[in-house]
């Protein structure tokens, strides 16, 4: 089995920073593509920023300039440092990775979620 834990959510004011951590494990074989995803509430779940395994990566229009996303293959985990926060950024993010595990099948997995609200 394969899982996705995230951490570093909460509360923080406009103009502040996070960081979320997304640490993969269990019966790995390799990993390609890693990213975050978010779903604000009455919204459908978009894509925030991605890296792949040779670290190019992609950002969202609402996000660039302002999130970094990076990763640490030794530790199969992913961060998203998030700058200069705005009250639009509020909602669940999500880690998704693409695994292939130890019997060499390949899925996308997806963490439980961790909360992020920007608010005065």
């Known amino acids: 089995q394969v899982q996705l834990v995230e951490s570093g959510g909460g509360l923080v004011r406009p103009g502040g920073s996070l960081r979320l951590s997304c640490a993969a494990s269990?019966?790995?074989?390799?990993?390609?593509?890693m990213g975050w995803h978010r779903q604000a509430p009455g919204k459908q779940r978009e894509l925030v920023a991605s890296i792949t395994s040779s670290d190019i990566t992609n950002y969202a229009d609402s996000v660039k300039g302002r999130f970094t996303i990076s990763r640490d293959s030794a530790k199969n985990t992913v961060y998203l440092q998030m700058n200069n926060m705005k009250p639009e950024d509020t909602a669940v993010y999500y880690c998704?990775?693409?695994?292939?595990?130890?019997?060499?099948?390949?899925?996308?997995?997806w963490g439980q979620g961790t909360q992020v609200t920007v608010s005065s």
């Open positions: 998704k990775a693409d695994i292939r595990n130890r019997y060499y099948s390949r899925n996308d997995y």
């Open positions: 269990g019966s790995i074989h390799s990993i390609f593509t």
